[in-house]
């Protein structure tokens, strides 16, 4: 679907008309109406607003198409991510509290774009909290965790509170 029906089809599910939609953007409703139409497209900042308004997410206005070729191009990441949150999430039902730093990163080339740089994550380490205690582990630590049997983390957690007290 492209930008203008997707933002019809929204707009409709929502129950706004669109004159409403053109108020809360401060836009005239012609404006809307040549969105819809494909006549005109919303710019960027513009398509962020729309979605605010409309209580979704921008990949919910873009044209779907694209994103079906993001999500086969990049399936494992996707998976990955998806595994990884469904653990935080695990984390936090289970008590514990979560925080994420990078340590070390550089800057390295975007593979489709050669002229644009991105930081690149070398190393992180993610602390967990719960009980009043904490315990920090490097990346490597945290997805052997990861990968560890539900029942053991609270073993794996308390251990490396212990090593990190004993330092101290």
């Keep these: 679907m492209e930008v203008g029906e997707n933002i019809k089809r929204i707009r409709k599910e ?3 008309k669109q004159k409403d939609l053109a108020e809360a953007l401060r836009v005239s409703d012609v404006m809307i109406s040549q969105w819809e139409n494909g006549s005109r497209n919303p710019k960027q900042s513009t398509l ?14 873009l044209d779907s198409s694209i994103w079906e070729d993001f999500d086969k191009k990049h ?14 999430d ?4 289970s008590g514990y509290s ?28 993610t602390t967990l909290s719960k009980d009043g205690h ?19 983390i609270e073993g794996k957690f308390y251990k490396k509170v212990l090593e990190q007290q004993k330092k101290k």
């Excluded at 607003?49 to 206005?61: S, T």
């Excluded at 695990?90 to 039902?93: C, P, Q, R, V």
């Design 14 to 16: 929502k129950g706004f």
């Design 48 to 61: 962020i607003k729309i979605a605010k308004v409309l209580d979704v997410h921008l990949r919910d206005l």
């Design 75 to 88: 399936a494992d990441e996707i998976k990955s991510t998806v595994k990884y949150l469904e653990f935080i």
């Design 90 to 93: 695990f984390l936090k039902s």
């Design 98 to 125: 979560y925080d994420y730093q990078v340590t070390k990163w550089h800057y390295g080339e975007v593979i489709d774009e050669p002229d644009i740089r991105e930081k690149i994550i070398d190393e992180s380490e």
């Design 134 to 152: 904490k315990a920090t582990f490097t990346e490597k630590e945290f997805e052997e965790l990861q990968a560890g049997a539900k029942e053991a």
